[in-house]
């Protein structure tokens, strides 16, 4: 009886736990999602009611279902039960798959990191246009209260953007504990809503039968695909049930979307149909329409508090994608802040918050409303999810270990789908698709652009400098060489090649330290490495020594910190009694440059508004020597 009753008393605390992560990832995973019954029906109907002349019914239920089985096949089947699974040791998210591919593969593989980059980009559109469209949506319900409202919409949009811009310094910590229970409301008002007009007109239940789906898109030809492309906007935020597993978990993730954002999305649109079905007038705006007059201001606030808590989620996923990309070395060195003490995963990028706030303000002084950005919304999600289709069935087969036609079988069904909704939404490039394809493109330039003028840098350095051995054997027979007291670290990511600070600091110095450390970081392609894994000493003579620091790519580098383990391998660190001394490339675009004019250019200002090594490594400015040297790319 005691073990029965210790049991059940461990059990409470487990489910206790779980209640508290799933009520978190609501809050922060669904915001998203859970603000698309805003204008996703509203812009299906739009654009079926505007080419037959109204509202049909058989429109109505073939686009419910169409929705529906969207949120069924495509959220739950393939992210909630499929890709869930997919975890780099706990991590999504794009850039997470890409490396749990390439070690899948046991080598660098071209098509699969160029598919990794791609995926990247069009996230930085999704996180662009997310909070224009959601703050927009949310405050033209505005207009059902005060038809006068309408020229204070975008002035209020922008100032409610700006708001959330300026506030990400100060961290998310205070308010991200009401995420959950804002949005647990906003799920519980639209699910009963929603329950109320179905329950007036339950003949919209008829969309469960996914025929209706089927003969819409077949039966109405380049309509079809129009509407499936807007219909699509039901499914935005999918990503980010991968993206953020590494924050809650698997489990949780899929406990909110089963039992509290599916259902209550269900219902919220299931409603809107009927609704629509009952009173054509309401297609205007049929989500706000769901509610009396007399709960209109009370839901507007409440579906603005939940718009930017999505646009809160998309922002810090930015900044999360941006630190991974920084460390797998696909982006240039930013200044990266940690805004919480307790929760390592809460940081802060300047670069990227300024940027990207001018960027949403743009698109809303652009646009005006949200129906003008719908159309600028589908492209970036359904190409990441193509990527994402994609890369899953490399690690179903090679991580995995599936048999080909298993890995194939399983994720080409929905790789079909993702490429049905992307054909779908490229038809509406001219109308504001251009707007997230240029956001890609440019992201996808700038990486790229990065990686191939590090390459070129590397392979010059490699060009240049001295293999070790052979430094050592020079420096052994030369007796002009002074002692200095001290240790002297030198960066380096070649650790066989004496590094140009080393070299250039003998040119000048004629001396070397007692102690000479070469320093290497190297990126795993695993999000995080144990703090016993993290430092690799080898002895080259009783003066040089190579250190390895080995980190995650979804860690942030802190060098004092990790040498002072150095201690437990017989090497004594003191911080006060070494300098690190850095080498400072200028470039310039040689005669015959192995790069474009013009991405040459483009190298340069990236890197010379990178983050220097000190500021990103997080050593003290008061130990580094920095010694400046030339290089023609």
Known sequence: MASVDTQIADT???RAGMMSLS????????????TSPLYAFREAMAAAGATHGGVAREDVLGLLSLILWTLLLIVTAKYVLILLRADNEGEGGTLSLLALAQRAMGRPNRLILVLGLIGAALFYGDATITPAISVLSAIEGLKLVTPGVDPYIQPMAIAIIIGLFLVQSHGTQAVARWFGPIMLIWFMVMAAAGLNW???NPDVLAALNPIHALNFVLGNGRLGLIVLGAAFLAVTGAEALYADMGHFGRKPIQLAWLFVAFPALALTYFGQGALVLSNPAAMVNPFFHLFPGWALLPVVILATMATIIASQAV?????????????????????????????????FVPGVNLWLMIAVLALVMTFGNSSGLASAYGISVTGAMVVTAILAMVVARK??????WASIGMMLPFLVLDLTFLGANLIKISDGGYVSLGIAATMLILMTSWMRGTAIVLAKDREAELPMASLLEQVNRS???????GTAVFLTSTPDLAPSALLHSLKHFKSLHEQNVILTITTAEVPRVAQTERVRIEEIDERFRRVELIYGYAEEPDVPRALLQCRR???KFDIMATSFILSRKRLRIATRSRMPGWQGRLFITLSRNAAGASD??????GRVVEIGAQMNI
């Open 198 to 200: 179905t329950i007036r």
């Open 399 to 404: 991580h995995w270990g599936l048999p080909l």
């Open 23 to 34: 009520l978190a990832a609501l809050g922060v995973v669904y915001g998203d999602i859970g």
């Open 12 to 14: 409470q605390p487990r």
């Open 616 to 621: 990103y490594f997080r050593i003290p400015a």
């Open 315 to 347: 922002i810090t996923g930015a900044y999360s994608l941006t630190r991974q990309a920084v460390q797998l070395r696909m982006l240039p060195r930013m200044k990266i802040r940690h805004t919480s003490d307790e929760h390592e995963g809460q940081i």
């Open 479 to 485: 007796g002009s060489i002074a002692t200095v007291p």
């Open 569 to 571: 391998q017989g090497w």
